[in-house]
Each structure stands twice: as structure tokens, then as C-alpha cells.
């Protein structure tokens, strides 16, 4: 491409929160927190004050306005993936919003949260790194326990519940769910970090990000309504357990059925699938979308895994000011990783090859902005590619879970096994 674009500034220095807009991010995310009664649930953590590393999980925006009132009246710096920052980029950086391409490693990134904690703030971070895909918990870096270690100030997690039933990824629409909590917990003081390795920092930080939302709602009783609950759904649950067929899944309502052989189940208000005829495989959610991560597992292991020739748009995104298009190409995830190649706008060719030991995991979009369709976004240090498959069979969500299970294989390979929960 012959034209060159600004490339956003990473190297700019994290802007303390503006003290005019500290009370503004409160009012903006008060009400929603309101509305759902979001419950609080502070443990060791009543009277801290920062500096302090706080460890959030990641199922919808609900997550910023929680963190938000849970810290209040203190200021804090958040890590936000560069697509956030779309059109309101000063505005970010002056509510405290550090910029981070997803999945890369970046030394930059740790001078700056470095400096948040010099500056006496808290620093908050979503080590999942992406909204979970069925309301339970993400694979996890494995690097967080050296990275506690490097902050040097008191850890805490905030676990919240219900975000992922109220608003999924796969359904934005808001259910209205209420009561929602979040469990406010004190992890280790500075003092208790600094006498700690970090393996044992990271098997507590996993234990803590157990959750899952659908076991939480059965088991408080709390329903969903909305006559469309079940759209969207079959973006995730792309296998049918029946038959077997991928990518012929799809939902209308409150029906999930397979176009394949035509099966088909019904979630209930409670979250719960129930077969219309025949067995029901799996009446919990997260069950189905282990059991195909399992199939990826077997394929990965057998050395057969591939996605295929996929045709694509690639989009670019150098900085925030807007998406460009690359142009045409292919995409093919297989046992070596992300290879995307193609000729841009000018007629020049492009390419970017992501092999397996440097992706432990890959964001994706279901629907991009309601209008782009699924994507992957893959990222270099200077730029994010927004990947569009069309006109071809796949699912985003089998790549997601191929890339996982393709990083953890090679750990194995090479004698260094991931630790369970981590990468």
C-alpha cells in the first residue's frame, strides 16, 4: 500500500485521570450498576488505598462500570485494545486508558504500568484479554506472576457474575438481570507478594478466576425472559453433538438447531438446553463448548487440524482514527498458525504469519460492529488486521480454541507443559 499512515503513539506517557472527569466516570457508570443492584462483595479489601494491581474478568462493557464504582472515589489506569480507542482517543488517554494491541508482547506497555504505580494509582487489568465466550473463564498468561512480582504493590481480583447471562458476546442485547455481584477480593499485600514465587502467585490468580456464569444464574434462580435469549448462540456452539456436522449450527429465539440433520433444543429462562426430541447432550452451556474444544484437541493431536483456504477481507487498523481496507486474500490456520497473504488496494502484496509459539490465544468478533461479520484480529506491534472469512465454511470460535490448543501441544513438545489455566 502505497500510502503511509500514522501509526498510534504507544510510546506516549499514561495520563493520570483528569480530576474534572473522575467524578464523570462515576456518574456514567453508577446508573447501569444501579439498575442490575450489583452487589459488592469486599473481602480484605475494606480501607485499601492505592497503589494496588487490581485483576478483573472479562464478560461484558458492564465489567468498566463495576471496576469503576468499586474503586471510587480513587483514580485509576486501564489497559484498552487499541479498537476501543476508535475516534475518542484523547479522550481515553485523559480518563487514564493505556493502549495495548492484543496477544503481543509489548516492554513498552510495562514502563507505562510501571509508572502507574509510581504514580499512586490502581492499575486495572483483564488478563483474559478478551470477553469469554460462554461465560466461564479464559486461558491466562502464564507470565502474571512475574508480572505481580515486577508491580510491587498489593494484588486484588474482582470476579463479577451475571455480565455474561445479562449481555453474552454472542448477543449483546441486555437481559436486564438482577441482582448481579462482584466479589472484591485482596489477594496478597505487598508484603505477602513479595515472599511468594510466582507459580504459586499464578495457581492462586487461577483459583481466584473460577467462575461460571451460567452455573451461577441455575443456581440462584434468576431468569432471563427475553424472547430472543437463544440467538446468536450457535456462534459459539458451532458442533452439533447429534450428528456431528460443524459450522450448519444456528438459532432463532429461544431454539438452537442443527440444519444438518435437524436436531434441535431450547434454552430455558434459567440458561439450561433441553433436546425438543431425543437426548439431550449437554443441557449446560459451557459442557458443549468444552466438548468441542475436545474434537479441536483430538484433530491437534493428530496432526490434521486446518482450517482450509478461507477467502478474506483485511482491514487495517495503524491508529485509532478509523479502520482502512487492506484488501482481498486467503487465511489459513492449520498446525503452523495464522498465515494471511493477499494483494492490497494498490496492488501490492501483504502478509502476516502468526507460527504457533507466539499466539497462546487470538481475539475474535461475532458480527463486528453489527454490520462487518465473525473476525480474528491479528496484531504486530504496529498494527492490528481485522481478518473477515466469507463466502466459505468456518467458525471463529473453532480457531479461537484451535489456537489454545495448538500453543498448549507445542508447550508439550518441547518438554514445558502449560500450567492448568495458564499459557
Not at 338 to 353: H, K, L, S
Amino acid at each position: 500500500m502505497k500510502q503511509e499512515f500514522d501509526r498510534f503513539d504507544m510510546k506516549r506517557l499514561p495520563v493520570r485521570t483528569k480530576w474534572y472527569l473522575r467524578p464523570l466516570t462515576y456518574i456514567l457508570s453508577a446508573p447501569d450498576t444501579f439498575i442490575h443492584r450489583t452487589k459488592i462483595i469486599r473481602t480484605g479489601t475494606e480501607g485499601l488505598k492505592p497503589p494496588y494491581l487490581m485483576l478483573c474478568n472479562h464478560n461484558a462493557f458492564m465489567d468498566f462500570k463495576v471496576a469503576t464504582r468499586t474503586i471510587f472515589p480513587h483514580r485509576a489506569n486501564y489497559v484498552v485494545a487499541i479498537d476501543g480507542f476508535i475516534g475518542r482517543e484523547e479522550l481515553l488517554r485523559n480518563v487514564g486508558c493505556i493502549c495495548k494491541r492484543k496477544f503481543t508482547n509489548d516492554v513498552t506497555l510495562i514502563r507505562h504500568l510501571r509508572q502507574v504505580m509510581r504514580n499512586g494509582d490502581v492499575l486495572i487489568l483483564y488478563p483474559e484479554a478478551r470477553y469469554s465466550l460462554c461465560g466461564t473463564t479464559a486461558v491466562l498468561p502464564g507470565s502474571l506472576g512475574k508480572f505481580c512480582k515486577l508491580m510491587d504493590v498489593p494484588v486484588v481480583t474482582l470476579i463479577c457474575h451475571g455480565h455474561h447471562i445479562n449481555s453474552p458476546f454472542w448477543n449483546l442485547h441486555d437481559r436486564g438481570v438482577a441482582p448481579t455481584e462482584a466479589e472484591f477480593t485482596l489477594l496478597y499485600s505487598k508484603e505477602e507478594l513479595r515472599q511468594t514465587e510466582p507459580s504459586e502467585i499464578n495457581r492462586r490468580i487461577v483459583e481466584a478466576f473460577q467462575y461460571d456464569d451460567f452455573a451461577w444464574q441455575k443456581e440462584r434462580g434468576i431468569r432471563t425472559p427475553y424472547a430472543k435469549r437463544a440467538e446468536g448462540l450457535h456462534k459459539v456452539l458451532y458442533q452439533c453433538p447429534a450428528c456431528g456436522t460443524e459450522f450448519r449450527m444456528a438459532s432463532k429465539g429461544t431454539r438452537l438447531f442443527c440444519e444438518a440433520c435437524g436436531k434441535s433444543w431450547t434454552m430455558s429462562e434459567l440458561g439450561e438446553l433441553s433436546a425438543d426430541t431425543g437426548e439431550t447432550e449437554f443441557p449446560h452451556i459451557p459442557d458443549w463448548y468444552e466438548w468441542e474444544r475436545a474434537n479441536v484437541r483430538a484433530q491437534v493431536e493428530a496432526g490434521n487440524y486446518s482450517s482450509g483456504v478461507l477467502p478474506v477481507t483485511v482491514d487495517s487498523l495503524p491508529n485509532a482514527k478509523k479502520f482502512i481496507r487492506l484488501g482481498e486474500g486467503t487465511l489459513v490456520h492449520d498446525m503452523n498458525g495464522f498465515t494471511v497473504r493477499g494483494t492490497d488496494t494498490d496492488g501490492d502484496p501483504f502478509e502476516m504469519i502468526k507460527n504457533v509459539p507466539s499466539l497462546y490465544s487470538c481475539h475474535i468478533e461475532y458480527e463486528y460492529l453489527g454490520k462487518h461479520g465473525d473476525c480474528v484480529d491479528l496484531n504486530t506491534l504496529e498494527d492490528t488486521w481485522y481478518i473477515y472469512p466469507h463466502d466459505c465454511d468456518f467458525s471463529v470460535t473453532k480457531m479461537a480454541l484451535a489456537t489454545e490448543e495448538l500453543y498448549f501441544a507445542y508447550r508439550e513438545k518441547i518438554g514445558r507443559p502449560c500450567p492448568k489455566g495458564l499459557a
